[in-house]
């Protein structure tokens, strides 16, 4: 090759890189926008929460999602958090032998034993809704077991934060707007009986990684002072949209085109779920578990570590790459001089366009050359 058509080659491939970069700076305009308008919307949802046909209206997409304790994920939908195996979570037992793990077992056991004979009592069955605040019973002992409680490795004491390489940062602008909480957390029963039941924050953490190197995933945990139904409530997609958009936002992830979020809801009545959620470019889509009930002993001995396996999860996927095609709006005659320089400068192309009798045979020569010489 000579030197004029190697400089040929090198000058076209940095345009390339430079019009692939603009390309890629419109679709991410276009998807932040759209998010915004998801946001929106539900913003103004005159419901309490969303059954499936109600979500498709709002450009959010269900799937159900089934807790394994396998470390499998579902097909339907992208993988953005891959959860231990329930394998690996029982090679970290916990450490009773440590004091403060001891004791705080033994609280969380004594609240639920309350519960219990509270219930029990109940002509119903159920804990009385007036005095119920079981779901920040729930959310705490989660928050226990994750953050605070020693488990038995070969190491330093350590606790399943430590061992899943989250790292635990309170609630800020880094994390979540404050203007985006107040969005989920304000709402007022009283006043509006469509309104979601108050929501609290209760911790957050994102992947533990060496500066420079931060990725958008965010896993967290909230309560509800209520209970609620199967459907997502309106204050759970105002958390998960809040979110993503505040990731989004970060100049250290202005690369990034995916902010995946992995919310554990708490509801009262001794219920949890799990929330997998990301925004495709279009469409806001999330994958809903259904409510686990940890009112007896036999559910929280089996829920507690399915609960943990997810909150556990390896922040996964590819978050630079947009989910829906990149579309960058060209001119026929951006199509023609695209198609003459592959013909003067590749053997290629030359070969296949000696003759163009349109121009979708010319932008196929094109593709043709990028495939072989780029």
Known sequence: ?????????????????????????EARKEILNNLREVHRSVKLLPLTSLTNEHAARY????????????????????TYFKPWTLDK???????LDDPDTKESVQVNEACFADLDKERSRESTGELDPESDDSGLLLSSVFLWEFTSHARRTTGDRATLEDLSGWFGRSFNNTIIKERYMDMAMFTNPGSDPL????????????PNLPEGQELP???LIVTHEGVCDNNILRSELLVLVGVMRTR?????????VVAPVLLTSCTNNLKARILIAYFDGKELVVLKSPLHDFY???????????????????????TKAPLRPMVKKEHATDYLEAGMLARDTCSVCLCLSTSHNSLAQMWNCLRIHETFCS
């Not at 076209?12 to 970069?21: F, I, L, T, V, Y």
């Not at 309104?195 to 994102?206: E, K, M, Q, R, V």
């Not at 989004?248 to 990034?256: A, M, P, S, Y």
């Open 217 to 219: 995933h965010i896993n």
């Open 89 to 95: 979570l029982e090679q970290f037992p916990l450490n």
């Open 296 to 318: 007896t002993p036999g559910a929280r001995e089996t829920n507690i570590p399915l609960f943990l396996l997810y909150m556990c999860s390896q922040a996964v996927g590819d």
């Open 195 to 206: 309104a979601s039941p108050p929501l609290s924050f209760d911790d957050a953490w994102y």
């Open 248 to 256: 989004l936002g970060r100049v250290e992830l202005q690369d990034h």
């Open 59 to 78: 450009n959010i997409r269900y799937h159900d999602l089934t807790l394994r304790t396998d470390g499998g994920s579902p097909a339907t939908a992208q």
């Open 1 to 25: 090759m000579s030197l004029r058509n190697l400089f040929g080659t090198l000058r076209r491939s940095r345009e390339k890189r430079q019009d692939n970069d603009e390309t890629f700076k």
